[in-house]
């Protein structure tokens, strides 16, 4: 729900400096800072000395596919663990499509693939993403309508000519075949505020000018209230984003496997470069980041260019990102909800390479986390918490070393996505994108896991509002958070 706020007091606010003050805001902006500042006619907030931060920012999320997910049945750890529970989740009747999302080849043992599917429903269309998001399998009517719709794809696997019912890497051919409209963004929006964030950047590679434009109407209805930055193809234009949008990077999105012409590759870090725009690279295996950085060091480098993920950085490599003044944008989230497949796969001589933060922050690397959600939680408030804990879901230490204190945790999502060198502040002139929290710095840094946010504000409006607060002060209008 949503309250217009155009002129508030934010009395007793407590910074993570320290301070303690009062924010006035005016028109979505911080119209001044200070002690006892004098009432009008705007209405108080008495924040009780909470912390006030600027609104956290998501540096990496995929809306569409979260929206998505939030609809689809749960195909992976945590909630499906092996192949009897992953029959039970897929055992559903029905006559539409089974979306299932989180699949990984350690709940069965082995890849499966559509004759798995039959086995369990038949009948019904299923198609399963895998946890990497680059691979989805169907099942055997679910692949009949998929070839009904639109001719097999090179991307559509085959063993001995027979189709396995896996895609890879390309959502394109499925939109086009199910003809799919996107999803609405109400329930992310809403979600997002309840975490107090206020601004996100949408990375996945194939946004256009048509997935902006539904953007920019997701955002002007308020489903999706945040401030957005879209990433995504070369094409993707500044002038041709509708209004409340703003242009991200161009997003190379690289498969070990398929690995693109590193000339190719080159040329089109280049073409982004020459519009002004900076590049972002998937990086989540060493060769991917080897890669990489080769082509970044022949194309040259722009201030914004970076590498999504950096999963595998072995110490050359950090040493190289630094040296080319790239920028990092991590998931320190991964950590708990995948470390113990990683300690369980990976040799223990490469964990301290593994979602390295403290290391990044040492060579002077400027440093962003992101969710990737659906493909981890969108949760910051866990992602904090395991970057200062560097603990699995088993309580396992992956890495220890690299973690980080709770105010370096939280300013990974408090840098500004037009400068990630730059962690924003609450400031006079600025917008008033402000997070509000129940707990002071003290007691929230013990624990950021059980964050308790009070209210979310974008550009001065309440978007998010969770627990009840005393009535506001007397002749003035009645405070929106008391319920």
Not at 65 to 74: D, G, Q
Not at 140 to 150: D, H, K, R, Y
Not at 169 to 179: E, N, S, Y
Not at 361 to 387: R, V
Request: net charge negative; aromatic share 6%.
């Amino acid at each position: 729900m949503e309250f217009p706020t155009p002129n508030l007091l934010i009395r007793n606010a407590e910074r993570l400096t320290g301070q303690t003050t009062d924010i006035r805001i005016a028109h979505g902006q911080i119209a001044e800072i200070g002690t006892n500042l004098p009432a009008t006619t705007e209405t108080i907030i008495d924040a009780a000395c909470g912390l006030l931060l600027p609104g956290l920012h998501d540096h990496h999320i995929h809306i569409a596919a979260t929206a998505a997910a939030m609809e689809s049945v749960k195909c992976g750890p945590p909630e499906v663990k092996n192949a009897d529970a992953l029959a039970i989740a897929l055992n559903r009747p029905g006559a539409g499509w089974l979306r299932g999302i989180g699949y990984h080849e350690s709940v069965t043992g082995a890849l499966i693939d559509r004759h798995f599917l039959d086995r369990i429903n038949p009948a019904r269309p299923i198609r399963i993403q895998h946890r990497t998001g680059r691979m989805w399998i169907f099942n055997t009517a679910g692949l009949n309508q998929l070839l009904a719709a639109e001719p097999p794809p090179e991307s559509l696997e085959r063993e001995a000519g027979d189709y396995t019912g896996r895609l890879f890497d390309d959502d394109i051919f499925l939109r086009r075949a199910l003809g799919a409209n996107l999803p609405s963004f109400a329930a992310i929006g809403a979600k997002l505020a309840s975490y107090g964030i206020t601004g996100i950047t949408e990375i996945s590679p194939d946004n256009d000018d048509s997935i902006a434009a539904h953007f920019a109407i997701e955002h002007a209805s308020s489903a999706l209230p945040q401030r957005i930055i879209l990433a995504g193809r070369q094409k993707l234009r500044a002038p041709g984003l509708p209004s409340g949008l703003g242009l991200g990077p161009f997003k190379i999105h690289l498969h070990e496997a398929h690995l693109p012409e590193y000339d190719a590759t080159v040329a089109a870090i280049r073409a982004a470069h020459q519009r002004n725009r900076p590049v972002a690279v998937h990086c989540v295996t060493e060769v991917e980041l080897v890669f990489t950085l080769a082509a970044f060091r022949e194309a040259g480098r722009i201030p914004g260019d970076r590498i999504e993920h950096a999963s595998v950085t072995p110490a050359d490599s950090l040493a190289e990102i630094a040296a080319q003044n790239l920028i990092v944008v991590t998931q320190p989230h991964f950590v708990t909800e995948r470390g113990d497949a990683y300690r369980a796969t990976i040799p223990e001589a490469e964990w301290p390479h593994l979602y390295r933060l403290a290391s990044f922050q040492a060579a002077g690397i400027a440093l962003a986390a992101g969710s990737d959600s659906p493909f981890g939680s969108p949760d910051p408030w866990a992602a904090m918490h395991a970057a200062t804990t560097r603990r699995t879901a088993q309580s396992a230490l992956l890495g220890p070393d690299e973690a980080l204190t709770p105010e370096d945790a939280i300013a990974l999502f408090l840098k500004d996505p037009a400068d990630l060198n730059r962690t924003r502040t609450i400031s006079s002139g600025g917008p008033a994108d402000l997070c509000l929290l129940t707990q002071n710095w003290r007691e929230l840094r013990q624990n950021l896991s059980t964050a308790r946010i009070r209210a979310t504000f974008i550009g001065g409006r309440l978007i998010q509002n969770r627990i009840d607060q005393p009535q506001p002060q007397s002749g003035l209008r009645a405070d929106p958070l008391a319920r």
